[in-house]
């Protein structure tokens, strides 16, 4: 058996044996000053790039978000299936301990009341909602994501059944105050044009709540307050609040560009769980107007698709993009 003493890592610069707090502080200074030189990325600027004696101004969206590869049903739960096989292999490999240990560093580096500073950037809005959607073969995916819902408190549901074939208008807060913002796009007070827009594509078009809450003191009181949260949303939207614990990873966040969890986030998803128009913070005139104009082409869209595939009788009932869905169980 291995003792604790025996255990020993290599540093990055040298072939000497050091401890494990030395390296984490070396690779903690080298990851600093690799963001200090290296060029500006591609993702969406954030308040926490700003420099301290200059207000952040947020940007209109000019790029997809979302994940290149298609959602499916059971993935990002959150639950480690792995054997304890695989487990002790993957504690021995020396390269997935290289790529945890950056992800652990990353962690650290990040300063906690990061994302309470930044709301003082434009209350935390992180960009401007786009005046037109997102082109389908440019668009990004929606990744799928697993909680409970209010109609189902024990048995976690995937979030890609319930937008997959839909128009679904998705809002999602880690906060009241999120959730706040969020209700400045799609809350029937503040957007009545939306709602009616949701009223004519009955049956194809939908409102989709995720609450996500790593917390698990807050997501229990959650779960407390939820005969509460019942009485308050429509029964019929009881199968579409979901609330998340666990597998929005970091890179999730920044890929759908859910940079502080402070604020709320509205997406357009379309019938192939594809990314169309995203908004954060609170809802300007005009980003109301283009979620409105938005969830309508879709909808015009989807209905143009479907009286397509009735009239044809002679060729396949469904186009090439309904067979992949098909395959993936999205489509009937």
């Given amino acids: 058996m291995l003792k604790p003493s025996s255990l020993s890592f290599q540093s990055f610069g040298s072939r000497s044996e050091v401890c494990l707090l030395c390296q984490c502080r070396r690779l903690w200074l080298i990851s600093r000053r690799n963001a200090s030189t290296s060029p500006p990325s591609s993702r969406v600027a954030s308040p926490s790039t700003a420099k301290d004696d200059e207000e952040f101004t947020p940007k209109p969206l000019n790029r997809p978000l979302g994940l290149p590869k298609p959602p499916r049903a059971g993935e990002n739960t959150g639950i480690d299936s792995r054997t304890w096989r695989q487990r002790r292999n993957d504690f021995v490999n020396y390269e997935k301990h290289i790529e945890r240990r950056k992800q652990l560093t990353q962690a650290v580096a990040k300063p906690y009341f990061r994302e309470w500073t930044n709301m003082r950037y434009q209350k935390g809005k992180t960009f401007i909602a786009p005046s037109k959607l997102f082109r389908g073969d440019k668009a990004l995916y929606f990744p799928n994501l697993n909680g409970i819902t209010l109609a189902s408190p024990s048995d976690p549901q995937d979030t890609t059944t319930v937008l997959g ?165 999205i489509v009937q």
């Fill in 165 to 329: 074939d839909k128009i679904s208008v998705v809002s999602v807060f880690s906060s009241t105050w999120a959730e706040r913002q969020a209700a400045t796009f799609v809350s029937e007070n503040e957007n009545k044009a939306l709602h009616e827009a949701l009223r004519e594509g009955q049956a194809i078009a939908q409102r989709v709540d995720i609450n996500i809450e790593e917390n698990a003191l807050k997501a229990g009181l959650i779960r407390l307050f939820m005969p509460g949260l019942r009485r308050q949303i429509p029964k019929d939207a009881h199968g579409r609040y979901f609330v998340i614990r666990r597998g929005v990873t970091d890179d999730i966040k920044d890929k759908i560009g859910l940079l502080n969890g402070k604020v709320g986030y509205v997406y357009l998803v379309d019938r192939e769980c594809k990314i169309r128009w995203a908004g954060s913070g609170r809802a300007e005139p005009q980003e109301k107007e283009g979620l409105v104009r938005g969830v309508s082409r879709l909808v015009e869209d989807w209905r143009n698709r479907r009286k397509e595939k009735e009239s044809t009788k002679d060729g396949p009932g469904l186009s090439a993009a309904d067979s992949s869905l098909a395959a993936k169980g």
